[in-house]
């Protein structure tokens, strides 16, 4: 369930744009949200290796990795958001699909970057999505998941606020479970998680073992 502002930010990008430069002031503005993913793993990577912003949208998380030199593939599910991406980005690789079972070759990337979507998918779907993301990483490679975490006392409020009028259950969810955990029983390794933002946001780093077997969906 969700308010109808949702919809509404989604078919309207200024909308969109404009709720992100909001809820991003709490970690200093939009520009430090969308490098969050590249500043924890650029000093791991390769420069110009292969990375995936799963859940790319129009492509502005993944803006900093092309700057930086990165050849970056953007998947999304919509076809409106990618027809954005290639406007805003047009570096940007971009593919239409699925994140719960990407159209991409096994052990095809050194990293995967999830900005701000996990929140997005039912539990038995995330499960998929991190799943895939090890079948797509290569063996040592890195994931680097920006998104919710419980609010500490200040903005606790605004956090509900924000859930209720743009976000659906499955955000609420994500709050209630400890993706550490998740990762781990996935089979990721190193997994670090750091909270930012009053503890509103968690960025969760988490490499595949040097033995990473492809796990695919039954
Ligand atoms: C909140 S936006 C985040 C976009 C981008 N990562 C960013 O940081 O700006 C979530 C994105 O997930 C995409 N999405 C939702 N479900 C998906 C799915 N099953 N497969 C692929 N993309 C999906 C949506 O189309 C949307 O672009």
Known sequence: MS???RPLAYRHRWIYDTVTAVSSLS???????R????DALKSRLEPGTAVLDLCCGSGEAAAPWLAAGFEVTGLDISEHALDLAAKRHPALKRVEGLAEDPPLNDHQFSAVQLSVALHEFPRPERAQVLSSIRRLL???????IVDLHPAGPWLQLPQQL???LFETDTAIAMLQDDL?????ALGFTSVGQELLAGDALQRITAQTPENNTPQ???
Do not use: D, M, R, T
């Open 216 to 218: 695919h969906q039954p």
């Open 162 to 164: 924000f859930c209720a």
């Open 3 to 5: 308010s109808f502002l």
């Open 35 to 38: 490098g969050l993913g590249l």
């Open 27 to 33: 970690v200093g503005g939009v520009e430090k949200l």
């Open 180 to 184: 550490v955990a998740e990762l781990q």
């Open 138 to 144: 290569k063996p040592g490679g890195w994931l680097v």
